[in-house]
């Protein structure tokens, strides 16, 4: 069990509105804005979505591109950038991947299909495989997105056929309305069912999140926090993704761990040199 812990920010998603959250961030410098104020504080991951001119949820590869050049201009910034491939902001799996030649360090694979409150979240056979694919060809490391528990299952499948490389990065998305609900019992259950030598992170949705992410820190897990995740930081308290990440920097040093600095999260998940 590992002391070192890895704080992913997830400022944006695609579900969110300034409506719901005015802090929330949605063109290209707010984005990267946010990202270098949490890595100021110790977030080592950006898990990043894009939006369009006019806050909608975006694949498209320009929006990524510009993202990326902000953070650069940052130049003492070294954040591990995780690009989106989720299924709401692109119809076909070839525009769900195509910022993937943006060479980012991580990005996000979901290895299953699953329901959101409105719709679907498709991910067949053949998406999962091109975008795994894609990302094998980048040198892009897949963070496995699980919000049910057959995509950790597929996930090893996969593995054993040759489309996924081992070590696995696992990403437990507990709370999303329609898929596991983010409870202590599934929580332990995903635990016990990760394989041995997988790193892993929780991602808590909901009034719970504190919670179980403290049980994950706990278990020897990473946590993400962010936006995307919670816009509340409290019961009718509105969140900033700051304050999400400086509330569970705390959690964690007050339980004796130590927070990963982007180097040490690289080493840690085995991203490329």
């Known amino acids: 069990m590992s002391d070192k812990v890895i704080i992913t920010i997830a400022p944006t998603g695609n579900v969110p509105t300034k409506e719901m959250n005015p802090h929330l961030p949605v063109t290209v410098q707010e984005i990267a804005d946010q990202i270098y104020e949490c890595w100021q504080e110790g977030a080592a991951v950006a898990h990043i979505h894009a939006r369009d001119k006019e806050g909608k949820p975006t694949s498209d590869v320009q929006v990524y591109r510009e993202i990326l050049a902000k953070l650069k201009e940052k130049s003492d910034c070294d954040i591990i950038t995780q690009l989106s491939t989720g299924g709401r902001a692109g119809n076909s799996y070839q525009e769900r991947g195509q910022m993937i030649c943006l060479k980012p360090e991580m990005a996000s694979l979901s290895t299953g299909s699953s329901n959101f409150p409105s719709k679907a979240n498709l991910n067949d056979p053949v998406t999962i495989e091109y975008l795994a694919g894609e990302m094998r060809k980048y040198g892009c490391k897949p963070e496995i997105e699980v919000f049910d528990t057959a995509m950790l299952a597929n996930a090893l499948q996969l593995v ?68 995307e995740d919670n816009i509340f930081y409290d019961k009718g308290v509105l969140a900033t993704n700051v304050e999400l990440v400086k509330r569970i920097k705390k959690i964690a040093l007050a339980m004796g761990k130590e927070i990963a600095t982007p180097q040490e999260a690289r080493e840690i998940l085995g991203l490329r040199k």
Do not use: C
């Open 160 to 227: 054993k056929k040759g489309v996924l490389d081992w070590p696995l990065q696992v990403n437990l998305v507990l709370g999303v309305p329609g898929s596991l609900p983010a409870s202590y019992k599934n929580l332990f259950f995903l635990y016990e069912s990760l394989p041995q030598g997988a790193t892993w992170t929780i991602s808590a949705i909901g009034k719970d999140h504190v919670s179980l992410s403290t049980m994950a820190l706990a278990l020897g897990g990473n946590v993400r926090v962010g936006m």
